[in-house]
C-alpha cells in the first residue's frame, strides 16, 4: 500500500491574539526573541519547508520549546497556522472546511501521543476501537480489525484490562494498536516513546521498524532523542527556535552538520550505526578474496563481518551483485572514531 | 443630625415602588397565571401517579422493590440491609405514608433538576460567557431565603404540589448545574486533544469522552440535589405539601418534641438511605479507576 507524501510549505505559526500582523515582520527577519520584547507575540514556527516523503519515517527532532509537537499538530490541523500551506494528495489541510478537515481526520490520520491519552474508562479493546467508531465503522468488523493490531503489538489477553492496570509500554501500545486499526495513511507520532524507560523504547522502535516494513505508512514522528531520531528516521528535520536549521537523513547529518548546534549535537553519535559503508567505499580494485558486503549495510555491521572473517578487504554490491567499490577494515574503524572526509 | 440617619428615600417613594411592583406582579400572574400552571400539569400528573403508586400499593411489595432497587445499584449487602430495617422502623412508627409521599416528592424533584440542570451544565461548560451569566444566578438561587421565592411562587400557583416542586428544583438545581459545569471543564485536555484527532464531532466528544469523564463529579451533583430536595421537604410543607415535613411544621406550631424528632429522624434515614445507595452506584460505574497498575 502506497502511502502519499506530505509538504509543508512556507508555514508561520505566531502565538498571541493578533498573530497574522506579526507575519510580515517575521518573514523580514525579526528574531524570536525580538517579536516576544516588541509586541508580546510568541513565534511558533518560522518559514517551515519541509517534504515528508510517502511510505517513509520523518523525524522531526528538536530539543524542549523548539516548536516540534506544534509542527505536528499543523498536519492534522489540532493547530491552525498563522501562515503557509499543508500539501496532501494535492489538498492544502489548512484551508479544509470543518467537514473536510472532520473526513480528513477520520480517514487519512491517526496520531500516538506522548501521554498516550487513553479514554480511561474504555477497556484496551474499547480503546482500540475508536477511531473505527468515529468513522462509524460496524461494531462487528471493528472489533475484529482492532483484535488483529492488539495481537500485532503483543497485548494479546488484554482485552478487556483498563488502561491504568497496565505499565507505560502497555499503554502506548495500545495507543499505537488504536492508531493503526484506524488504518489510516499518515501516522503521526509526538514524542510517542518519549516517556517510557530506555529498553521499552528500544523495543517499541523495533516493533514500529517492522510493521513499517509491512505497511508503509507515512509516519511524522517526532523525538528529542538524536540515536531514536537517526535509528527510525528515513529523513531527519532538525528544529530550533522555530525554525528548522537542517534536513537531511541522518548520514548526511552526522557528516556535514550544519553548524556549531548541530555538530555539539552529532558527536556523541555512534558513527558505525548511521554511516553507509556505500559513503566510505573507493574505486580501488578489490582483492580476488575480499568479502562481500551489500550496499547499505552499516560500518559498523562492516566491520563486525571483516574482524569475525579475519579479513582485510571487502568488496560493496548491489542487489544484483554488481561491484561497486571496495573498503578496507581500516578505512572502516577510522571512518567509526573520526569525522569522515568523504 | 444628617450624618447619623442615612438619606434613605421618603417613606411614600418606598411606598410607591412597593406599590407599583406588587401591582404590575399580580398583573402578571392574572395574565398567565394559567398557562403556567397548565405547562406544569404534566409534572403534577406524574407526581400524583407515583404517590398513589406508593401509597396504595401493598407495604411489602414497596419494601421489597425499594430493597432490592437499593442493593442493584450498591451491589452492597450491607446497605440493603440497613434500607431495610430503616424502612421497617419507619413502618413500625406509623410513619410510612408520609415517607412514601416525601421519597415521591423527592424523586420527582431530582429527576427535574436532572433533566433540567445537566443540559445547563453542559451549556455552561462549553462557553465562559454563559458560564458568567449563570454563576451569580446559581449564587442567587442558593443564598436567596427560601421564603422569598415562595411568595412569587405560591402567588402564581397557589398552594400544592406543583408550588413545592418549584420551590425545592430551585433550591436543589444548583449544585446539580455546578457540578456537571466543573466534571466536563476538568475532562484531561490530553484525551479531547486525541479524540479531535480522531476526527470526532462535538457530539461523539460529548457523549464518549466528556461526559463520562465528568461522570464521578456528576453523580456527586445528583448527591447533593437528593440531600438538599430532603432538606427542604420542611419549608415545602409550609406551602400544602404533604409528606414528612408537615408533622414536624406541625410538632415545631405545637411544641410535640417527640413527634418532631420522629418524623425528623425519619427524614434523616431517607437522606442516607439515597446517599449511600447513590454513592455506591457511582462509585461502581468507576470501577475501572479502581485497580491501578502496581
Known sequence: MASDGIEIRNLYKIFGPKGEDYVDLVKGGMSKAALNEQHGHVLGLNDINIFMPGGKITVVMGLSGSGKSTLIRHINRLIDPTAGEVIYQGNDVCKMSDAELQDFRRHKTAMVFQKFALLPHRTVLKNTVYGLEVQGVDKDEAEQRARKWITRVGLEGFEDHYPNQLSGGMQQRVGLARALTNDADILLMDEAFSALDPLIRMDMQTVLLDIQEELEKTIVFITHDLDEALRLGDHIAILRDGAVIQQGSGQDIVLNPADAYITDFVKDVNRGRVIEVDTIMTKKEPPKDALIISSGAMLEDAAKKLSEAGAVNAKIVDGTGKLLGSITIQDTISAMVTPATH | ?294
Open chain 2, 1 to 294: 443630625m444628617e450624618w447619623i440617619e442615612f438619606p434613605s428615600l421618603s417613606r411614600e417613594t418606598l411606598r410607591d415602588i412597593r406599590v407599583t411592583l406588587d401591582d404590575g406582579f399580580k398583573e402578571f400572574t392574572r395574565a398567565y397565571g394559567e398557562t403556567l400552571e397548565a405547562m406544569l400539569e404534566p409534572l403534577k400528573i406524574f407526581l400524583i401517579w407515583l404517590e398513589d403508586l406508593l401509597i396504595s400499593s401493598p407495604w411489602i411489595i414497596i419494601l421489597a422493590v425499594i430493597v432490592a432497587a437499593v442493593y442493584a445499584g450498591s451491589r452492597n449487602w450491607k446497605i440493603a440491609l440497613g434500607t431495610f430495617l430503616a424502612l421497617v422502623a419507619i413502618g413500625i412508627f406509623g410513619m410510612w405514608e408520609d415517607t412514601m409521599r416525601t421519597i415521591a416528592m423527592v424523586t420527582v424533584c431530582t429527576i427535574t433538576a436532572i433533566v433540567l440542570g445537566i443540559p445547563i451544565g453542559i451549556a455552561m461548560s462549553r462557553s465562559d460567557r454563559l458560564q458568567a451569566i449563570i454563576t451569580p444566578i446559581l449564587d442567587l438561587m442558593q443564598t436567596m431565603p427560601s421564603f422569598v421565592y415562595l411568595i412569587p411562587v405560591v402567588m402564581i400557583f397557589g398552594l400544592g404540589k406543583v408550588p413545592g416542586v418549584i420551590a425545592v428544583v430551585i433550591y436543589a438545581i444548583p449544585p446539580m448545574i455546578r457540578l456537571t459545569n466543573l466534571g466536563i471543564r476538568l475532562v484531561d485536555k490530553d484525551v479531547l486533544e486525541a479524540a479531535d484527532a480522531f476526527g470526532s464531532s462535538n457530539w461523539q466528544k460529548l457523549k464518549d469522552v466528556q461526559l463520562p469523564l465528568a461522570l464521578p463529579t456528576i453523580m456527586a451533583g445528583i448527591n447533593q440535589c437528593i440531600m438538599m430536595s430532603l432538606a427542604m421537604v420542611v419549608v415545602a410543607s409550609m406551602i400544602g405539601v404533604r409528606g414528612l415535613g408537615q408533622p414536624v411544621l406541625q410538632a415545631i406550631n405545637n411544641q410535640y418534641f417527640t413527634l418532631g424528632v420522629m418524623n425528623g429522624l425519619a427524614i434523616v434515614a431517607i437522606a442516607i438511605i439515597f446517599d449511600r445507595a447513590s454513592q455506591a452506584y457511582g462509585k461502581r460505574l468507576q470501577k475501572h479507576s479502581e485497580v491501578i497498575h502496581g
